[in-house]
């Protein structure tokens, strides 16, 4: 790699060239505003100010930031498991077993993901309604007093909306882990069956390991995405009754465009970068091993 970029210098530059420089324009220069911005004082009109660090001594001492946090904290575990454990099992069931309608089946899967989020809200909204919503009816239906109100509650909320989420997403993450199971050599399940390995001892031996990689970047997505969460909190609840169903990304909003302080809606901004950066690296970092060994 070294003799090619030293021979292919100028054309690999010229290559990545624009890619950084959108990079710059699009993620980087932003950021740095932003970061600039969350030490000043502006609402949109009038000239900034320089208050230092009011604005993160404003947010680490508000009381909707711990709300906040446990939620965004909910959601990433939620989606999560759902997306990620659900998207395994459902991509291993098509790698690994023959039945009729494969590919129906696994278009299936997918097309809750090509459905806009304004839609999926809506859908959920009507199957979480206390008065004629699906699940206590059918609750009414099989002779039940249980009766829920799903979205005005304070822990039940947030995961009620974590599992509509899920179920738009668990397509799309299938579909990556699908991918990665198709890659895994067949020679190794063909040594394993002549050494006398079962379909389970295969999954658990063969199958995972090949692919934690690729079932790491998917926790890292949905983890990282549970602290960056806005579309669907903001249709279904609007973060709230209240500050029940509310998230960082619903602070900063509210920030912004609420009250018109930019500046400590820009700290917000930048706590989440920091969080979710945090988190990438932390992940990375306990699960190394994963591609080192396979």
């Given at each position: 790699?070294?003799t090619i970029f030293?021979?292919k210098k100028?054309?690999?530059?010229?290559f990545v060239a624009?890619v950084v420089?959108?990079?710059?324009?699009?993620?980087?220069?932003?950021?740095i505003e932003?970061?600039?911005?969350?030490?000043?004082?502006?609402?949109g009109?009038?000239?900034a100010?320089?208050?230092?660090l009011d604005n993160?001594?404003?947010?680490?001492g508000?009381?909707d930031l711990?709300?906040?946090?446990?939620?965004?904290?909910?959601f990433?575990v939620?989606?999560?498991?759902c997306?990620?454990g659900?998207?395994t099992?459902?991509a291993?069931?098509?790698?690994?077993f023959?039945?009729?309608?494969?590919?129906?089946f696994?278009?299936?899967y997918?097309?809750p993901?090509?459905?806009s989020?304004?839609v999926?809200a809506?859908l959920w909204?009507?199957?979480?309604?206390?008065?004629?919503?699906l699940?206590?009816?059918?609750?009414k239906?099989?002779?039940?007093?249980?009766q829920?109100?799903?979205?005005n509650?304070p822990?039940r909320g947030?995961?009620?909306?974590a599992l509509?989420e899920?179920?738009k997403?668990v397509g799309?993450?299938?579909?990556?882990i699908y991918?990665?199971?198709r890659?895994?050599?067949?020679?190794?399940?063909?040594?394993s069956?002549?050494?006398?390995?079962?379909?389970?001892?295969?999954f658990f031996?063969i199958?995972?390991?090949?692919s934690a990689?690729?079932?790491?970047?998917?926790?890292?997505?949905?983890?990282?995405y549970g602290?960056?969460?806005f579309?669907?909190i903001?249709l279904m609840?609007?973060?709230?009754?209240?500050n029940f169903?509310?998230t960082l990304?619903i602070?900063m909003y509210?920030?912004?465009?609420?009250?018109?302080?930019?500046g400590y809606?820009?700290?917000?901004?930048i706590v989440?970068v920091v969080?979710?950066v945090?988190?990438?690296m932390i992940?990375?970092k306990?699960?190394?091993?994963l591609?080192?060994?396979?």
């Amino acid at each position: 790699m070294n003799t090619i970029f030293k021979k292919k210098k100028g054309a690999m530059i010229v290559f990545v060239a624009p890619v950084v420089i959108l990079f710059c324009l699009i993620i980087a220069a932003p950021l740095i505003e932003s970061a600039m911005m969350s030490f000043t004082e502006w609402d949109g009109v009038n000239e900034a100010a320089f208050i230092g660090l009011d604005n993160y001594k404003k947010l680490f001492g508000s009381r909707d930031l711990a709300v906040s946090l446990r939620n965004s904290i909910l959601f990433s575990v939620v989606l999560t498991v759902c997306q990620v454990g659900l998207g395994t099992f459902l991509a291993y069931v098509i790698t690994n077993f023959e039945f009729r309608s494969k590919i129906f089946f696994r278009n299936v899967y997918f097309f809750p993901v090509l459905l806009s989020v304004s839609v999926v809200a809506q859908l959920w909204i009507s199957i979480y309604n206390g008065d004629f919503g699906l699940i206590n009816q059918l609750s009414k239906t099989f002779g039940s007093d249980w009766q829920q109100n799903w979205l005005n509650e304070p822990v039940r909320g947030i995961i009620a909306i974590a599992l509509a989420e899920s179920w738009k997403g668990v397509g799309y993450h299938m579909l990556i882990i699908y991918a990665a199971m198709r890659n895994v050599p067949s020679v190794y399940y063909e040594a394993s069956y002549i050494d006398g390995a079962n379909k389970k001892q295969q999954f658990f031996n063969i199958t995972l390991p090949l692919s934690a990689s690729t079932i790491k970047v998917c926790v890292v997505m949905c983890i990282t995405y549970g602290f960056r969460a806005f579309e669907m909190i903001f249709l279904m609840t609007g973060g709230g009754p209240g500050n029940f169903s509310h998230t960082l990304p619903i602070m900063m909003y509210s920030a912004l465009f609420k009250l018109q302080k930019y500046g400590y809606g820009s700290a917000i901004a930048i706590v989440i970068v920091v969080i979710c950066v945090g988190l990438m690296m932390i992940i990375n970092k306990a699960t190394a091993r994963l591609d080192e060994q396979y």
